[in-house]
């Protein structure tokens, strides 16, 4: 198994995203070649591999404030098969290590809370649950 983030876009990597976004959410969303181009671009998008599949995957995303840089985790995704093995927390110190290198000083992620077993790794990696009010606005 061995961890980086991905730079280049092709066919096999997107199909490895494609089957691991099925398993994370079963809406059936699919990313797109270009859309796919842009993420790798605009974001670090790190990717778990054993030989050369992606088996696993999370995306660390640079956000520029008035009050500094901060990051946001989004989508840790380990493919069903390989659950259990701690692989989800590789992903992780991998995302934080990456962070501090960037010179990010703080760290956000959302997690439902129905999610126990990822709730206890991020609360084990450290994070903490912050109090307040979380707003979207869905424009559709």
């Known amino acids: ?28 969303y699919q990313m797109s070649p270009h859309y796919f ?18 088996i696993g995957t999370v995306t660390l995303i ?7 840089i901060k990051g946001s985790i989004e989508h840790l995704i380990l493919d069903e098969k ?4 701690g692989l989800g927390k590789k992903l992780m110190i991998f995302a934080i290590n990456l962070a ?8 956000f ?15 084990k990696l450290g994070f903490k649950i912050k109090k307040t ?3 979207y606005l869905d424009l559709k």
Not at 10 to 26: M, P, V, Y
Not at 82 to 85: A, L, N, Q, T
Not at 100 to 107: A, D, G, N, P, Q
Not at 109 to 123: D, F, H, K, M
Request: aromatic content about 8%.
């Open 133 to 135: 009010n979380f707003y």
């Open 100 to 107: 501090k290198r960037l010179k990010i000083k703080t760290l």
């Open 37 to 54: 181009k842009k993420l790798i671009k605009k974001n670090h998008l790190i990717g778990l591999y054993d030989g050369d599949k992606i």
């Open 1 to 28: 198994m061995n961890l980086k983030v991905i730079k280049n876009s092709n066919q096999k990597s997107i199909n490895d995203l494609n089957s691991l976004l099925l398993q994370w959410s079963k809406t059936g």
């Open 62 to 68: 640079e956000i520029y404030k008035l009050s500094g």
């Open 109 to 123: 992620l959302t997690c439902e809370p129905g999610r126990i077993v990822a709730n206890s790794l991020y609360q």
């Open 82 to 85: 390989y659950r259990g093995r």
